[in-house]
């Protein structure tokens, strides 16, 4: 039976304070990799250092690149990352826009090194817990709740995303003209809270995405399943709680070759929250 969104008893916590502050360092990444010769073609971004405040559900964060937290054997990636994770009792919605322009291979003596790829990816993506009476995904991704007890939650939801590919330097060959993608549909999977001690958590969630996918150009549909698996490991106190969370997305592209290509995204968050 679907919860109703009422917290049961001696499961999820809420917190007396209503403001909040968030110092975090987070990394977004992408990776990109052709099925037809296996190649992967990875991002080179800084992290992000960043600091939010929020009061009751309401929340704004600033960042900043940390010059010299990336790669210096390659050219660093242009990108431009903006995500929205709403995390309410009863359901998740993330919505999110990702631009990546330059790629490189990880070994370049073998594959040549950089790759002037550019990749872009608009998603909206929703998930209802089933089990949200005992089971919190804001006590796990954003921490101003917390489980008290171990629970687990069927994850049932829907997702979109647009993708555009483009190899300007025509390695990739399929993609040496801009090529548009769309791919849509359910998802399902689940989400497991471990109470290690009180306070101290472990999460893992894994959703399957069975999404039909349509090449713009070619009018072509193809199936594209899709993965999203997500992470989180933390403790939380009544004025404070640390914690380290990973939430990553796996979708497929068949630009009318017989592999599928893949792109392998995610954001891994290190923060640190302070209730007042």
């Not at 073609?41 to 704004?60: C, E, H, Q, V």
């Amino acid at each position: 039976m679907a919860g109703t969104g009422a917290a049961e008893e001696g499961y999820i916590q809420s917190f007396d304070s209503k403001l909040a502050f968030t110092f975090f360092l987070n990394y977004n990444f992408t990776n990109f990799n052709e099925g037809e010769t296996d190649r992967e073609f990875t991002t080179n971004r800084p992290m992000d250092f960043g600091i939010g405040i929020s009061y009751k559900r309401l929340a704004f964060s600033l960042s900043y690149n940390v010059p010299f937290f990336y790669d210096g054997d390659f050219k660093k990636s242009e990108s431009l990352v903006l995500q929205l994770q709403y995390f309410h009792e009863r359901f998740l919605l993330d919505l999110s826009y990702k631009n990546f322009e330059g790629f490189h291979q990880p070994d370049p003596i073998e594959f040549g090194g950089e790759a002037d790829l550019k990749l872009t990816n608009i998603g909206v993506f929703s998930q209802y817990i089933w089990n949200n009476e005992r089971h919190s995904l804001r006590a796990a991704y954003t921490m101003n709740e917390k489980q008290l007890r171990s629970s687990g939650s069927l994850l049932l939801g829907a997702g979109v995303f647009y993708t555009s590919v483009v190899s300007d330097d025509s390695l990739i060959e399929q993609y040496n003209r801009k090529r548009y993608f769309i791919q849509f549909g359910p998802n399902a999977g689940y989400s497991w809270t471990w109470v290690i001690i009180p306070g101290m958590f472990l999460n893992l969630s894994l959703s399957a995405g069975l999404h039909m996918g349509v090449d713009i150009e070619e009018s072509r549909l193809f199936f594209a399943p899709g993965g999203f698996p997500a992470f989180s490991f933390g403790y939380s106190a009544e004025r404070w709680s640390y914690g380290v969370t990973a939430s990553l997305s796996l979708l497929t592209l068949n630009a009318g070759r017989e592999n599928f290509d893949l792109i392998f995204s995610g954001k891994c968050v290190m923060m640190f929250v302070l209730r007042l």
